[in-house]
């Protein structure tokens, strides 16, 4: 008699680097809001947050956020769907949301999923707060 097999293991997306949850990092340079985030922007881990932490700046009126990815070392569908439906939220409301110093890694997926063009993105945080003092929008 066969000793039963253990059931098999269903991972979420997040559970694969648990041990680096997304970290939000918040500064503000006048009327512009900088959230640097840091880990992995997929379903189930970083989603939620950046949605969530966008969510209260909206609600506060802070309308001029700018998204540092430099330290973002992952992004799947859900992570850009997140950042496209924040992008569209804020500009339904005379507002903006830029990118600044995003990774290889989420230009190749922004590029490959042909949003490059969508978004403003800076190499520079200087040159990014210029944008939003210029009123530079597309």
Partial sequence: MRAPSAPPTIR???????AKP????ERRVGDVTLLDLQ????????????????????SEARLKILLSLREVDYIDSCGV????????????????LRLVSISPRC???????????????????QDALASFADGAAR
């Fill in 39 to 58: 880990g992995r922007l997929v379903f189930d881990d970083g989603d939620e947050e950046v949605r969530t932490h966008v969510n209260h700046l909206v």
């Fill in 107 to 125: 230009r190749r997926v922004l590029t490959i999923s042909r949003l490059l063009g969508v978004f403003q993105i800076f190499e520079s945080e």
């Fill in 12 to 18: 979420r997306a997040g559970d694969y680097n648990s």
């Fill in 22 to 25: 997304m970290v939000i990092s």
């Fill in 81 to 96: 769907g997140v950042l496209i439906a924040k992008f569209m939220s804020l500009r339904r409301r005379g507002g903006d």
